[in-house]
């Protein structure tokens, strides 16, 4: 007897898609004899094969922003053969809704996004005047359209194991002996999102001052190359990994870390779901919208009267919500977390 299959088509970012995985959890809850294939982007793969939940990841082959419909014919041919019981539409877009249905999938989920009726035929609805946090958001999905998801949801949960952690740092010249913290400090949404340059690498300063042997790593993709070169150059000590990494070393990385210090990014969301001591930095977004989920976890943010504003860039010129946030708010906590580690 063949093993039935839920098919995900995941969201096209990173903190998206981990913030997607109490979602694949409740499935696989409730349906404990199916494989759970998610359908991703390149990008985002590496993430999904961290999730226990998953059986198979099958990227994503068309170009980003293309409708495709002659390819998307032809890949949901190939879909309709693995036989899929269910299908679970994270990303709102029509192009994305059209697959499951051209794959034949009986049972379409997700929500009405670009008024995506008939290929959506279980339809949920969100209320944007009351937008709910990213987690509930897309665990809603595995209830009735009608139902709220429960408050006491798991939290997102990736696992890596030690054998890939050592690769990762030994591929990279890293120390298992020495403390590790991470710093990520892009952010792909915009420049108003990122903590200043400076503020970065007196945090790093402070942290060699107070153990010199701790093993500073600036991580990222190749967007972040130009910030974290700079923070290299104010604090020559740390190792600029942006860029220079794939994503399955970034997330051995964070897993092996002490501490991760992130703006409110995907990398953030990583270090949360592997249940790593996160410091948040948060400006022009809400600090309830998408927080960290760890055991130790701070979220700082000044609350200023502008913020959030939820802008690219900040629209008053001044970006007082990060440029005010100072590195001595950072250290506070982050002094404690290390010293807890030692």
Known sequence: ??????????????????????????????????????????????????????????????????????????????????????????????????????????????????????????????????????????????????????????????????????????????????????????????????????HFAELARTILDAEPTTQIVLLGSPKDIDVCDQIQAICPQVHQFAGKTSLDQAVALIARAAAVVSNDSGLLHIASALNRPVIAIYGPTDPGHAPPFSDIAHSLSLHLDCAPCRQRECPLGHHDCMQKLGADRVWQPLQKILLSAA
């Not at 309709?80 to 999938?105: C, D, E, H, S």
């Not at 359209?145 to 990736?158: G, I, V, Y």
């Not at 949404?189 to 400076?198: E, I, L």
Request: hydrophobic share 50%.
């Open 1 to 198: 007897m063949s093993v039935p299959r839920i098919l995900v088509i995941a969201p096209n970012w990173i903190g998206d898609a981990v913030m997607a995985q109490p979602l694949l959890h409740l499935l696989k809850q409730d349906n404990p004899q199916a494989a759970i294939d998610v359908l991703a982007p390149a990008w985002v793969a590496p993430v999904l094969r961290a999730m226990a939940e998953v059986d198979t990841v099958l990227e994503t082959p068309f170009r980003h922003g293309a409708l495709q419909l002659r390819e998307r014919w032809r890949y949901a041919r190939q879909l309709r053969q693995r036989g899929y019981v269910a299908a679970y539409v994270l990303p709102n877009t029509l192009k994305f809704a059209l697959l499951p249905w051209m794959a034949g999938i009986r049972k379409r989920v997700g929500y009405k996004g670009e008024s995506r009726y008939g290929l959506i035929n279980l339809m949920h609805h969100d209320n944007r005047q009351a937008p709910r946090a990213m987690v509930a958001f897309y665990a809603a999905l595995a209830f009735a359209p009608a139902d709220e998801a429960p408050q006491n949801l798991p939290k997102p949960k990736l696992e890596v194991d030690a054998a890939n952690i050592a690769a990762a740092m030994q591929d990279l010249g890293l120390s298992m002996q020495h403390t590790l913290v991470c710093f990520a400090p892009g952010a792909e949404f915009g420049h108003a999102k990122r903590w200043p340059v400076s």
